[in-house]
C-alpha cells in the first residue's frame, strides 16, 4: 500500500521555522516529482514548492521564494519543507504529494491533477 506521511507541523510564531517531512512507503518515489501543497480554510489548494525527481530542479510559489526550501533524499523516499520566516497567511493545511514517476529528470509539476499520491496532511499554524 503507497503511503505519503507527512510530520513537523504544528504551532508557530511568525518569523519561526518548521521543518516539513514527508516520508514515503509502499514503492519507491525517486523517479517521482513531489510536490508540497497547502490549502486555507475557504481557499484552494495551491502547490508551494516542487522538485524533480533528480532534486536538479525546484519551482516555488512566489509568495516563499527565498523562505522556503524543497530537499529530498531518495536513499531515505523522503522529502522535505523547510519554512523559514513564517507569517500568520502560511497558515494551511500541508500536503505532500508524488507522481507516478514518468517524467523527465528536469520536470517538476504545479497543478493538483499532475499528482497521483497524496499524504493526509500536516497542518501548520502561525501567529502574529
Known amino acids: 500500500q503507497v503511503q505519503l506521511v507527512e510530520s513537523g507541523g504544528g504551532p508557530v510564531q511568525a518569523g519561526g521555522s518548521l521543518r516539513l517531512s514527508c516520508a514515503a512507503s509502499?514503492?519507491?518515489?525517486?523517479?517521482?516529482?513531489m510536490g508540497w501543497f497547502r490549502q486555507a480554510p475557504g481557499k484552494e489548494r495551491e502547490c508551494v514548492a516542487a522538485?524533480?525527481?533528480?532534486?536538479?530542479?525546484?519551482a516555488y510559489l512566489e509568495s516563499v521564494k527565498g523562505r522556503f526550501t524543497i530537499s529530498r533524499d531518495n536513499a531515505k523516499n523522503t522529502v522535505y519543507l523547510q519554512m523559514n520566516s513564517l507569517n500568520p497567511e502560511d497558515t494551511a493545511v500541508y500536503y505532500c504529494?508524488?507522481?507516478?514517476?514518468?517524467?523527465?529528470?528536469?520536470?517538476?509539476?504545479?497543478?493538483?491533477?499532475?499528482?497521483?499520491?497524496w499524504g493526509q496532511g500536516t497542518q501548520v499554524t502561525v501567529s502574529s
Open positions: 504529494a508524488a507522481d507516478r514517476g514518468d517524467r523527465s529528470s528536469t520536470d517538476v509539476a504545479a497543478l493538483s491533477a499532475e499528482y497521483d499520491y
Open positions: 522538485i524533480s525527481w533528480s532534486g536538479g530542479r525546484t
Open positions: 509502499g514503492r519507491t518515489f525517486s523517479r517521482s516529482v
